[in-house]
């Protein structure tokens, strides 16, 4: 039996694997060990085997998360997994790779993740070859919910929104600036706060503000995560994520613009993942 567990700032993708014809799914609150410590790593996890009845005993772990970005984190969450599952190995990776397996197989590509942060690396196929560096939400991850949602804020508080945009906006948050600058500085995790109001975003679309909006966070992130690849233009470039899913159309557009050949668009790796490792059994 396995586990695969693919997890970002909002939540946590599991594929409980028992053999090739026996697979469960769940999902749980989300894990990044820059804004969770150890011990609420352990206790997420601890209570997912309880609520979500995840087997506590199994062979291998394999976990993909968002936050992973040194061999400290790596050594956190391989911690918290030892205890909370009786398991005989951990494997844990970031979450671009997982998106990578899952996408591109063994197949080389440009991969691309927009969810509520975002990422992009060169695969050849076995391994990461290059990688921008996302910054998180405060210095990068353009693109990303967590982007378009501090977008919309900055414009919503400086009164650069559209007055009929703004008296929808009103009418479903009913926030001002100081509630505003308290989740960021002193929320529990503030890249989700700012991603979710991107189902706003999308409900909106039809306003060109709106439009506009996603397609520049596009375009940002087309300009700091793909175009520095010196082979962007020799292969396909494939993207993951809820941003990318529901916003398609727009992120179609903006990557024929930069004459990228377009691959496939997915909103989570978590199936790719699961054909990914059953080859491995």
């Known amino acids: 039996m396995i586990l695969i567990a ?37 206790n997420i996890m601890t209570e997912a085997i309880h609520l979500d009845k ?10 993909y998360g968002a936050g992973i970005t040194s061999g400290a984190k790596i050594k956190e969450i391989e911690s918290a997994i030892l205890q909370s599952f009786q398991v005989e190995k951990v ?5 671009i790779l997982g998106v990578a397996r899952s996408l591109c197989g063994s197949q080389p590509g440009i991969v691309a993740m927009l ?13 990461i070859t290059h990688q921008v560096p996302s910054l998180g ?10 982007h378009l949602g501090k977008k919309l804020l900055a414009n919503y508080l400086r009164g650069f929104m559209p007055k009929d945009l703004e008296k929808k906006f009103n009418k479903m948050y ?27 975003i999308h409900s909106n679309i039809h306003f060109p503000f709106m439009h506009k909006l996603v397609s520049e966070s596009f ?19 494939n993207f993951c994520g809820s941003i990318a899913f529901y916003f398609s159309n727009v992120l179609s557009r903006e990557c024929s613009d930069f004459k990228l050949p377009l691959g496939k668009i997915v909103k989570s790796p978590i199936a790719g993942l699961t054909l990914y490792h059953l080859q491995l059994i």
């Open 137 to 146: 939400y405060i210095l990068g991850d353009e693109g990303s919910g967590a």
């Open 219 to 237: 375009r940002e992130f087309i300009e700091y995560y793909v175009v520095p690849y010196a082979e962007f233009g020799n292969y396909k470039v």
């Open 174 to 200: 009913q926030i001002d600036k100081e509630y505003v600058l308290n989740e960021l500085n002193k929320g529990k995790v503030p890249s989700r706060f700012l991603g979710s109001f991107s189902e706003f």
């Open 6 to 42: 693919d997890s970002g700032a909002t939540k946590t993708d599991w594929r409980i694997v028992y053999d090739k014809d026996h697979i469960k799914q769940t999902s749980t609150e989300g894990i990044n060990p820059h804004y969770q410590t150890s011990a609420q790593v352990t």
């Open 91 to 95: 494997e844990v990776n970031t979450d």
């Open 115 to 127: 969810g509520t942060g975002s990422a992009s690396c060169l695969y050849d196929g076995k391994k």
């Open 54 to 63: 995840l087997p506590e005993k199994v062979k291998y772990i394999y976990f």
